[in-house]
């Protein structure tokens, strides 16, 4: 794992990837090292190195220190494909060794791969080692200064059967003649799985910029483009994910309830990732009164959200959706489940 502190970006001439291009005659396997979690500041980047859109993948990964001036991206994605196929059925070539990513993460490094230059990126299935709780917890809990701090954040979405192009051209110049075209393909992306995942929420609000891809086609999602957008899919019956609708009115910060509103609706392969997933939305002083830890239940964590949210409200109610207490349920789980909450962050008021 390199220490350096480098010089990101196309410092490294295309032919750096080369002396690193292949995995070892071995075939071993890629593996993280060690980060300084005591300091809470080191995070992993990658240098995906250039290639055409047949090469195969290649990078370097290597540790940075956040409270030093960084160049890079971020990548906001799935790491299943449409179908739900979350496989660990590609690879990467990392530092010369292999890691298994999945057919979607590899479809989006190659929509972000350039030509010509290195380019790097923070993706989290590379630069977190997904088999370290620890080092998961600790991630996780920086997931706001590595969004804020990204120069960009690259929505990516790889869906081969289907045509946006019409779509994208509205909301590139907000006209033309195909606009009835137009709006069913942006019905349709706006129902892509992307749109339906928990951590996006936090990765698209947080961002500095943001740039929607999808397939060969790309633009800078401006607030304003997003605010000009709404009423024609009002007019059409669109629903806008509330990850563009945030980003449109600028919001960052909010209550925990009313952000775990948002989410509890919304698809993790975990459900303890209905709570983590929206925690750097929340203010500081919230975020504290429930710690990402992926060594607690998926109770343990809700019955923390709900002290919080009892704490923000400053009132008792959300316990009236608790189910009574059976001999059963003491033993074995939380008497405050999901889908209690998810009657009470619909109820009236609470969200106001």
């Known amino acids: 794992m390199s220490s350096e502190s480098p010089a990101l970006g196309g410092q490294r001439h295309a032919s750096a990837a080369c002396s690193i291009g292949h995995p070892d005659s071995q075939g071993h396997l890629f593996t993280h090292g060690n980060l300084l979690l ?3 500041q080191q995070i992993r980047l990658i240098r995906l190195y250039p290639g055409s859109v047949e090469d195969a993948l290649s990078c370097e990964v290597f540790t940075v220190d956040l409270s030093n001036h960084l160049t890079y991206d971020a990548v906001s994605y799935t790491w299943a494909t449409e179908d739900g196929d979350d496989s660990r ?16 993460c590899d479809a989006v490094l190659r929509m972000l791969r350039l030509r010509s230059m290195p380019r790097p990126l923070w993706v989290d299935s590379i630069c977190i080692d997904q088999n370290n709780v620890q080092e998961r917890n600790h991630q996780v809990g920086l997931m706001d200064r590595i969004y804020r701090m990204a120069s960009m954040v690259h929505i990516c979405i790889s869906d081969s059967k289907h045509d946006y192009s019409e779509a994208f051209r509205w909301l590139k110049y907000m006209r033309g003649d195909k606009k009835h075209t137009a709006f069913v393909q942006m019905k349709q992306l706006f129902c892509r799985r992307y749109f339906t995942r928990v951590w996006v929420t936090q990765e698209v609000v947080l961002a500095e910029a943001v740039v929607l891809h999808v397939n060969e ?3 800078l999602l401006a607030p304003e483009i997003l605010r000009r957008l709404m009423p024609s899919c009002w ?14 009115a600028s919001r960052h910060l909010d209550s925990l309830v009313r952000c775990l509103r948002l989410s ?3 698809n993790s392969s975990d459900a303890r990732d209905k709570v983590f997933g929206i925690m750097s939305l929340v203010r500081p002083e919230l975020r504290s009164l429930v710690p990402v830890d992926y060594t607690l239940s998926w109770s343990q964590v809700f019955e923390s959200a709900t002290a919080a949210c009892i704490y923000e409200c400053q009132e008792l109610s959300v316990l009236s959706y608790a189910k009574p207490l059976t001999a059963r349920r003491f033993r074995t789980d ?4 999901l889908e209690q909450f998810r009657r009470f962050s619909g109820k009236p008021g609470i969200m106001e």
């Open 334 to 337: 939380s008497i405050f489940g």
């Open 89 to 104: 059925s590609h690879l990467i070539n990392c530092n010369g060794k292999s890691l298994s990513i999945t057919e979607n």
């Open 38 to 40: 005591e300091s809470a």
């Open 217 to 219: 086609d790309s633009i």
């Open 264 to 266: 509890i609706n919304a």
């Open 235 to 248: 007019t059409y019956q669109i629903d806008v994910p509330v990850q563009l609708q945030w980003v449109s």
